[in-house]
């Protein structure tokens, strides 16, 4: 069976040929032949070895990424095909996003990604095969249960496996069936090996759950292709599946890496006929709606690629002239909330959560009797363009004219972009011809807000310690922490001086509610560690397996992962500069009797006087006046053979969050290459492990 990338690329082009002459450049493996699709081999992309096109994709993972971004443009205008990370923070996906292509994201969590990176997307739905993936003839079986296996772990298999273990264990009537390229060796359970795709879509319509324990994927087709099957889905939430799993309405949803969470998910649904039952039905109530058959995918496909094409162009263009006449316009949706300009109350939205924006409806021309070129949407100084031409055969319908059928617009901004507080969303149609446009009477309110839903347990101890040091409740800590960036945007605008240095050098000694920022997710030791296993559990792994005892934690903040270091037998340093959190850090090692050392640093410089075996920053360097000399001063102070762990926020300043500045994450790590240190892990991304040979 081929794999997700593979697939999804063959099917396309096999589709695309059917219209289109569709070339296939092949840098590594070799696809099976497809009636009407040309085969080229080009390790290099070299332009030599690649035909000549209107338009040339590349995948998103690809290498040779540098090579793609010169080719000639008789190679045709070029795009990335988005479809995941592969593996998380892949750093070839990372550096092509960063290359301004334009981008075809295949879910809304990617097309935040995109986003992110300051590219023009576009999303379309990946398509589905409905003569394999269906549930005519389905023969369910109450007691199935199927998973997909992989040896790669943030696959998630093991989590699988522990949860079903679990179901077993407490539920023995419960049959399991695992399919894919590793086998586990659970005991009590059926290993099928490597199926084809006919034969997965069989097993799916005998499985009554199918489960999927995903750290992270960029959509995770086969829970979709059990839904079309009519299984019930048990799933972690790995971002891509937040398209079609809806806690509670298509599907049950666990946090990754939770296999506890998970087995209960799946013993409820085995258990509870009419849940499993509804979840089913509405799984596949969803999924047969929003992922249309290959042919009609495929054209959606080319819709989006020539709406990037439109919106670039129109870019340089001069403004248009206003219409007064009134427009043929509907906005069908907000993210999830369908007939937004209706709505009774303003929509609120948290950028944590929901990242981009997506907007989709339809738009007519009333002049010209087409659909509209493309949609201006209006928020405060910010205008975006979205742009038309997406099929809309309900519209043609309804109203009896034929030309109205590619009147569809859909299209995301990054939510940030708009600040926080309240926004009005206006919509301007623009003319077919794109020379004028309509202004329409709809509008949506909006209220941006990324308070936090930290809710305080017992077992939060560092906030109980927080709560008796500075004597506030647990209920103000909770609601503090929940309005951390709030605070913080108000402390920092109360800073003296213009520029970030004259702000920076008093701000964490002076604020008074950055410490709330650092409890968000330092709440507990199981907190922090979680969360770092979650980037990727090499960090904890390194540290556990050097053999050296000195650590460093550059940027200690509350203290709590200088204390799980001590719990290692690590001799734990802790380094910071003086405010708030190092008075409640020292205050926690006194109570608790932690063994750290304590070293306070300026704002602006670093000098360290001892050498170390393990230095490890988490989201500091963004906050630094002079971050090239800090590095610089860390990595004279790694011992030979000693690790650096560097995990740094790369999104940059925005009026969200004014105390980061921008990092070059490329040029400091080959600065870091320069100094003699060998990536162990990540390089080029956000999280990155480092040997000083």
């Known amino acids: 069976m081929a794999t997700g990338g593979t697939y999804v690329i063959e099917t396309l082009a096999r589709e695309l040929s059917k219209v289109f002459r569709v070339n296939l450049v092949v840098q590594f493996t070799h696809p099976r032949h497809s009636e009407g699709v040309r085969l080229f081999h ?16 590349l995948y998103a993972d690809a290498a040779r990424g540098e090579h793609f971004a010169s080719l000639p ?33 295949r879910t809304h969590w990617l097309v935040g990604e995109a986003l992110n990176y300051g590219c023009l997307t576009a999303y379309t739905p990946l398509g589905n095969d409905r003569t394999i993936f269906h549930r005519k003839g389905a023969k369910r079986n109450p007691n199935l249960v199927a998973m997909m296996t992989h040896s790669l772990d943030w696959k998630g298999t093991a989590d ?33 090996g490597i199926l084809s795709r006919n034969e997965v879509a069989d097993l799916m319509r005998r499985a009554s759950v199918f489960v999927c324990s995903s750290w992270e994927e960029g959509f995770g087709r086969p829970g979709m292709e059990a839904m079309f099957c009519g299984a019930a889905l048990a799933t972690t939430d790995t971002k891509g599946s937040r398209d079609y799993a809806f806690d509670g309405e298509t599907a ?33 109530r969803y999924v047969t709606r929003h992922y249309l058959p290959w042919d ?102 309804h109203f009896g004219v034929p030309s109205y059928g590619d009147a569809g617009f859909t299209d995301s901004i990054l939510t940030q972009t708009l600040g926080l507080g309240r926004h009005t969303l206006r919509f301007r149609v623009l003319s077919f011809e794109g020379t004028s446009y309509f202004d329409t009477p709809e509008q949506v309110e909006l209220i941006v807000d990324d308070s936090r ?18 004597g506030l409740s647990t209920n103000e800590i909770e609601h503090r922490i929940r309005i951390n960036r709030e605070l913080l945007r108000q402390d920092w605008k109360k800073m003296p001086g213009e520029s970030f240095r004259e702000k920076a050098k008093q701000f964490y000694g002076d604020s008074e509610n950055y410490l709330f920022n650092l409890l968000s997710h330092s709440y507990s030791k199981d907190a922090v560690v979680d969360k770092l296993n979650e980037f990727t559990p090499l960090i904890m792994k390194s540290i556990k397996d050097h053999p050296g005892r000195d650590f460093l934690e550059f940027g200690g903040g509350t203290g709590v992962f200088c204390e799980v270091v001590a719990a290692l037998g690590k001799h ?75 995990l740094v926020d790369l999104s940059g300043e925005s009026e969200m969050m004014p105390l980061h500045r921008n990092v070059d994450i490329h040029t400091l790590h080959a600065d870091f290459e320069k100094k003699g240190l060998v990536n162990e892990h990540g390089r080029n991304t956000f999280c990155s492990i480092w040997r000083k040979s």
């Open 42 to 57: 080009s390790l290099d992309l070299r332009p030599g070895e690649i035909p000549d096109a209107d338009a040339i994709v």
């Open 252 to 284: 049950l949803v666990s946090p990754p890496r939770d296999p506890e969470s998970l087995g209960q998910n799946i013993l409820r649904l085995l258990e509870e006929e009419e849940l499993r039952e509804t979840i089913a039905e509405q799984g596949h």
């Open 296 to 397: 009609e995918a495929a054209f959606l496909f080319v819709k989006a690629i020539a709406s990037l094409t439109s919106r670039r162009e129109r870019a340089s263009k001069p403004t248009v002239r206003p219409n007064p006449q009134k427009p043929l316009f509907y906005l069908d949706s907000l993210n999830t909330n369908t007939d937004p300009c209706r709505a009774r109350e303003p929509i609120t939205v948290n950028p944590d959560k929901e990242p981009a924006l997506t907007l989709s409806g339809w738009a007519v021309d009333p002049l010209a009797q087409r659909g509209a070129a493309a949609v201006i949407l209006t928020v405060d100084e910010h205008r975006f363009l979205f742009g038309g031409g997406h099929p809309r055969p309900d519209v043609a319908t």
């Open 572 to 646: 734990a340093t802790y380094l910071d500069i003086p405010g708030q959190h190092f008075n409640f850090a020292r205050w926690r090692f006194k109570k608790h009797h932690i063994p750290v050392e304590m070293i306070s640093s300026s704002p602006e410089t670093l000098t360290l006087t001892q050498n170390y075996d393990t230095i490890f920053s988490d989201a500091v360097l963004e906050h630094l006046i002079h971050p090239e000399k800090v590095m610089h001063e860390l990595c004279k102070h790694l011992k030979r053979n000693g690790i650096l762990i560097l």
């Open 73 to 105: 443009a008789s190679k045709g205008k070029k795009f990335l095909l988005f479809m995941g990370y592969n593996v998380p923070k892949n750093p070839y996906v990372v550096s092509n996003l960063m290359r301004n292509f334009m981008v075809v994201a």
């Open 453 to 470: 839903e930290y809710t305080y347990r017992s077992d939060h101890f560092v906030i109980g310690d927080f709560s008796e040091f500075s």
């Open 160 to 192: 699988g496996v522990a949860a079903l273990t679990h179901a077993l264990s407490t539920r023995p009537q419960t049959e399991i069936e695992l399919f894919g390229r590793h086998d586990p060796h659970l005991p009590g359970a059926h290993y099928l």
